[in-house]
């Protein structure tokens, strides 16, 4: 079987990762990067990656520069964690005829904060005959994906709780600032009413399990709460004193006809280990545990790589989760 | 949307089960049910199922007498273990233009023992348009589909083990006895010498892996060991004394181009609690737990409930649970 052609767009840290994770894949050929910062554009893929050898992949500034060399199958988008801001590239990559994987959050689920721009996307995707998904950790697997499959073995599901823990200290500098840790109350007060801080995706989430289980919950409810240091957290690169934030609960919550649905995310400076959980009150009840959770950033790239040949399968049109098979790793 | 039209074939106790979680389904309606008993041929299928009421279900003793009076979309076909002994039922619902959804454990990865049998069916679907897929709790979900879909976030997979531990205290009789509880050593060695005891699918589930992940391992191995009672075993319908036998331990093992593939089962009277446990080598590591274990008989009624629209919408021809899309309950 010929390997399937993938671009690298966003060589951001996750898009990075996500670079050297589907070069590993052997039904998976890196044939080009692309990114818009001029201080990488034309130098080597693997320079940026810390390979030792040159990749004979130069970053380039647009889509257009790789595809005037060779042809591109599908595009693996790293580069935006909301709709707007990633519309434009989305339609831009489906006129070039390839498909998507994108990381960016909003379109794990796209119909619910987006709905318009959701239908541009998808008669765009239709009209040029490729396939866009959504997908990564979060949302994409661990508090939706992974949820959705716990229920095949249940009847008479009466309540769905998914709650994540992750403990930031073993995360990356990036996630620990995304989640306010360090910051007085106030002012992470002030960034959530904002919607300036917290985890994107999380509705998503939601609403991806609600389609999926046929659920029609029309109003969640979400919080987003600091989480505080309850002593001094010294880290590599800033230390939190106690009563400063040290991290974010945010949770969604809904329910309509005696059913319940109940995502709960914590990612913390002071948790002490990662865990996600899953439980169903169904018949059989399913109760699942990720032991140590499902590390973010890894599982993202994995996820990234892994969705290439079920989305370049796919029938055309913007999917989610729910369209492209039975999500599993690739040689 | 219209309900799928279902008929259940086979009333024993895996499909009154079926038959009662599927009625309790939104979108799928009840039309038929059918067994070769002449004691229940003719009898309501509510009197079989202990419901108060008659369901206005006559038992019929074949497909085509359920067919002369009503259209059917899906069968739901729970009369065997092995392909040989179902084939035939199979190639004559195809023949009616039905989509099945078997509890078959060998249909489970059909291609394995009987390749022949296999094409010869996927061909008689294709033929006829209809959809054949054999699922339940194992195989086809907790051994199987649930550990592919963990792999999802992995890369670089060295190896998994998949362990399942089926307190069989907690189940029914029937299973008690499959397992060989009370009998001697002696007994149960030449019953396994001769292929007659033990859980027919865990063979479909290390090959449904393999293939999902595009793992070529061609000679696992399957080992299959009496575990002993240790003390008196009391229970509701007979007892095991100290040194009989009180249930099996059984497992597949391979390994291929550095990549090792386990999976082991215990189902013993012996064991005091059920649990499923997924442990994948791989960044990340991934280590999942099902807490109290996948319940094996409501979990496959679920299974087979919920498969129905998944399969009604797929295309024609035997598939296994990697070509159905994602499963997931149904309303």
């Known amino acids: 079987m010929e390997p399937i052609r993938v671009v690298q767009m966003g060589l951001g840290a996750v898009g990075c990762g996500i670079a050297q994770t589907a070069m590993g894949r052997s039904q998976l050929q890196m044939v080009g990067a692309i990114d818009v910062d001029p201080a990488k554009v034309g130098r080597d893929l693997g320079e940026l990656l810390g390979v030792e050898e040159a990749l004979g992949i130069p970053i380039s500034a647009s889509l257009g520069d790789v595809l005037a060399s060779q042809p591109v ?190 995502l709960d995310l914590t990612m913390s400076m002071a948790a002490a280990a990662s865990q996600d959980s899953i439980k169903i009150e169904a018949n059989p009840p399913m109760h699942v545990e990720v032991v140590g959770g499902t590390h973010g950033d890894q599982a993202t790239w994995s996820m990234v790589a892994n969705m290439v040949p079920r989305v370049a399968a796919a029938p055309a049109g913007l999917l989610t989760m729910l369209d492209v098979g039975l999500p599993r790793a690739i040689g």
Chains 1, 2 share one sequence.
């Open 73 to 262: 199958d599908v595009v693996l988008q790293a580069t935006g964690s909301h709709i707007p801001d990633v519309v434009h590239q989305l339609k831009e990559i489906a006129e070039a005829g390839c498909d998507v994987v994108s990381t960016c959050e909003e379109l794990a689920y796209p119909w619910l904060r987006h709905p318009e721009l959701a239908h541009e996307i998808d008669a765009k995707a239709r009209e040029c005959g490729v396939t866009i998904l959504g997908t990564g950790v979060n949302p994409g697997f661990v508090m939706d994906t992974l949820v959705l499959v716990a229920t095949a073995v249940c009847s008479g599901i009466r309540r769905i709780e998914s709650r994540r823990i992750v403990a930031a200290r073993e995360r990356r500098l990036a996630l620990q600032q995304k989640i306010g840790s360090g910051m007085e109350q106030a002012e992470f007060r002030q960034l959530a009413a904002r919607d300036e801080i917290g985890h994107v995706g999380l509705r998503e989430s939601f609403y991806l399990i609600a389609a999926g289980l046929g659920w029609e919950i029309p109003a969640a409810q979400e919080t987003i709460e600091p989480v505080f240091a309850e002593e001094r957290i010294p880290t590599e690169d800033f230390d939190i004193v106690a009563g400063q934030v040290a991290g974010i609960h945010q949770t969604v919550h809904g329910a309509s006809e005696g059913r319940e649905l109940m």
